[in-house]
């Protein structure tokens, strides 16, 4: 398997970053690097998000991450990150 980022997801990132920085630069810095890391458990295990049936017939998934929804999609061998916001974002 092979673990890409959509632009939109990698977005997602930088919009996150940009929001946390403003009142604590080094915990927002800690937080983007555990959500850029906590795809990676996907390469061993990808069917262990919960599947979203809305998106039937593709294979779109989500985790958990503390309290940031991590969205992606399975394609062959390669697991794409979508999206990923913050829980209590209105989506």
């Given at each position: 398997m092979?673990?890409?980022?959509?632009?939109?997801?990698?977005?997602?990132?930088?919009?996150?970053y940009?929001?946390?920085?403003?009142?604590?630069?080094?915990?927002?810095?800690?937080?983007?690097?555990?959500?850029?890391?906590?795809?990676?458990?996907?390469?061993?295990?990808?069917?262990?998000?919960?599947?979203?049936e809305?998106?039937?017939?593709?294979?779109?998934?989500?985790?958990?991450?503390?309290?940031?929804?991590?969205?992606?999609?399975?394609?062959?061998?390669?697991?794409?990150?979508?999206?990923?916001?913050?829980?209590r974002?209105?989506?």
């Amino acid at each position: 398997m092979e673990l890409k980022w959509t632009s939109k997801g990698l977005s997602d990132l930088v919009r996150l970053y940009d929001f946390l920085s403003i009142v604590n630069k080094q915990s927002a810095a800690k937080t983007v690097q555990a959500l850029v890391s906590a795809p990676t458990s996907l390469l061993k295990h990808p069917y262990m998000g919960e599947k979203l049936e809305v998106f039937k017939p593709r294979d779109v998934r989500r985790i958990l991450v503390g309290h940031y929804e991590i969205r992606y999609e399975i394609q062959q061998s390669t697991i794409y990150v979508l999206r990923l916001w913050h829980t209590r974002e209105e989506r």
